[in-house]
């Protein structure tokens, strides 16, 4: 009986082993055409050479490939500590996974787990895939129609999955996006000349339906940051980019090993005309601060250190200061948006901001602007949303020696959409004979909407059924304030909205009948801000004239074109110009 009993044991575990031994492919039978592998789970064996290493991963792929475009000759290699270098000849054993990234809506990599790994050779190298017109092109247009075979020449999700872990040449790119705080930037291949959408800044704009795939993420890892190279601006170009395609918040991207010469932008740094523009006409600026506050955040009073920052000692204030100065022309109505409490971050009662208005007019005065009056209506302590503690608000400056403020006019507009987001601000000024009606907002921030390149397509935007009812609330207190020969109302600010989304339309169509002043620039330059590589409008100017009344909008692009390191804020300034008959 225990002889018995031995012998099935031993059946068992021959079996067992013989089920989960590992078969003999190479990495694009393992990867297959798909967005993830068919074999998940099974053992293989395969080769190939190392392309890129981090500590507890590595790439490797195969220099002879399978000569099929829809799969990706590499993988990814999970061995912690591994001590393995680029260049390395390898055999590797391993089960195969789809490993997770930045959450439930992040794609995966595939790549090989529980890896055991020979070296066979050293000091090898693989061919790069050339990107650009001596070997593959992106898609154009769309992102992530039915993935299905063939779709590489029309999906942007499915190009990059046929590359994901293979050593890439970019050839000749110009930078659309700007380095960031993650030493992220943002290309498109051979100065942008196969792309749609490029814009006059150099960039590439976001527009109906086309959601631009051709551009792509580049990471410069922890050993090239500290390299200034990279901290690049939109119309900078390179020689040429070599890496590794991977995959990270929500975007493919090149992995950063090396780089040809950098050509920084030619063109000037952009101005606005302000020469002509007479002291008959009403200026009025619009300008999200980003988080602008007065103090330096006490770490014991913050939810996050990274909420901490010094805007006065850091030159914020005094940057804000000149441009509007210098590049605004010191309007005589300033809008602002993402003005902070007097302390800032910290978690305390305060939501009253006039400290941080108090130092920001001092400022202005001390760049050579005029003595602004501040008009600001506090929130409620947390109901703003915004960063934790920060209360942000909207608030204007005036010259009052150039217009008056009716103080009896100063509104908050309440409704159940505005529920831990900013009140707009509503407020009426006198300009020689004539009234003005000023509405500030800033509604509810696109954060949080689905990864372009994530699980969800197509992604939805988190905010829009907000975004529409705060516009729906806002026009409801526009009919309030009806425009004849004497009156205009001008709706500005950040709407988080792009010009062809429904928020932005609900203000400009029906009744009365607005005009969103950016519809006046070709769709391509209507920019305000840069959100991973794409240029976009989130600040409109709706404008409701009177008789014989006439309004232009000019942007000052000083900052949605530079690195992130180097911007006073995340968003451009814009100027107003109201003219009277």
């Known amino acids: ?20 031994a590992a078969e003999e492919l190479s990495p694009p039978e393992i990867q297959g055409t798909g967005l993830q592998s068919d074999l998940l789970r099974q053992m293989v ?19 002879s490939g399978d000569g099929n475009d829809e799969t990706s000759d590499a993988i990814q290699v999970q061995r912690r500590s591994h001590g393995f270098e680029i260049g390395d000849q390898v055999v590797v054993e391993g089960q195969v996974d789809e490993a997770a990234v930045n959450g439930e809506n992040g794609q995966t990599i595939t790549s090989l787990r529980n890896a055991v790994v020979s070296v066979q050779s050293q000091g090898n190298n693989v061919a790069p895939v050339i990107i650009g017109s001596a070997g593959r092109l992106p ?10 075979s063939g779709d590489i020449t029309t999906s942007g999700m499915a190009f990059y999955e046929s590359l994901e872990g293979m050593l890439l040449r970019i050839e000749a790119p110009i930078v659309v996006g700007p380095t960031n705080r993650f030493g992220e930037f943002y290309v498109v291949v051979e100065g942008g000349q ?13 527009s109906p339906g086309d959601t631009n795939p051709e551009l792509l993420q580049v990471q410069v890892p922890r050993s090239l940051s500290g390299d200034a190279k990279y901290q690049v601006g939109i119309g900078d170009s390179f020689t040429f980019l070599q890496g590794v395609l991977s995959y990270d918040r929500g975007l493919y991207e090149l ?43 006490s770490l014991a009073l913050v939810s996050n250190r990274n909420n901490i920052d010094d805007d006065v000692a850091d030159g914020k204030f005094a940057g804000i200061a000149i441009q509007i100065v210098e590049g605004l022309g010191a309007p005589d109505i300033i809008a602002l948006q993402e003005v902070q409490d007097n302390d800032g971050a910290e978690f305390s009662d305060q939501a009253a901001a006039d400290q941080t208005l108090s130092v920001l007019t001092t400022a202005i005065s001390d760049a050579g602007g005029p003595t602004y009056e501040a008009v600001m209506f506090s929130p409620a302590d947390d109901t703003a949303g915004g960063q934790p503690g920060g209360n ?36 009426t000024f006198g300009f020689n004979d004539t009234v003005v009606n000023v509405i500030n907002v800033h509604f509810s921030s696109k954060g949080g909407s689905d990864a372009l390149y994530g699980t969800i397509q197509p992604p939805r935007d988190r905010s829009l059924q907000q975004r529409t009812a705060q516009a729906r609330a806002v026009r409801e207190a526009v009919r309030g304030l009806a425009s004849n020969g004497d ?38 330059e209507r920019i305000s801000y840069t959100f991973q590589g794409n240029s976009q409008a989130l600040d409109h100017v709706i404008a409701y004239l009177g008789t014989d009344h006439n309004a232009e909008l000019r942007v000052l692009h000083a900052n949605s074109i530079k690195p992130e390191s180097q911007q006073i804020s995340d968003h451009d300034p814009k100027l107003v110009i109201v003219s009277f008959e």
């Open 194 to 206: 196969h792309a749609t959408g490029m814009n006059s800044l150099g960039g590439i704009s976001l």
């Open 1 to 20: 009986m225990l002889n018995l009993r031995f012998l099935l044991a031993f059946l068992t575990s021959i079996f067992a082993y013989a089920a989960m």
């Open 139 to 148: 898609p154009t247009e769309t992102v992530f129609p039915p993935f299905q």
């Open 45 to 63: 064996r395969t080769e190939g050479v190392i392309t890129y290493a981090d500590r507890d991963w590595f790439y490797i792929s195969d220099p």
């Open 392 to 427: 942000i608000q909207v608030a204007f400056l005036y010259n009052p020696d150039r217009v008056s403020f009716d103080s009896a006019s100063l509104k908050a507009i309440s409704a159940p959409a505005f529920e831990q987001s900013r009140l707009p601000l509503q407020a």
């Open 255 to 297: 992995i950063l090993i090396e780089s040809g010469d950098l050509t920084e932008n030619p063109a000037p740094a952009p101005t606005i005309e302000l020469s002509d523009i007479g002291t008959s006409q009403l200026t009025i600026g619009s300008y999200n601060v980003e988080n602008l506050d007065p103090i330096k955040e």
């Open 487 to 524: 009156h205009s109302t001008i709706v500005l600010g950040d709407f988080n909205s792009f010009w062809f989304e429904t928020p932005v339309l609900l203000l400009s169509g029906g009744t009365p009948e607005g005009r969103n002043l950016a519809l006046d620039k070709p769709p391509l």
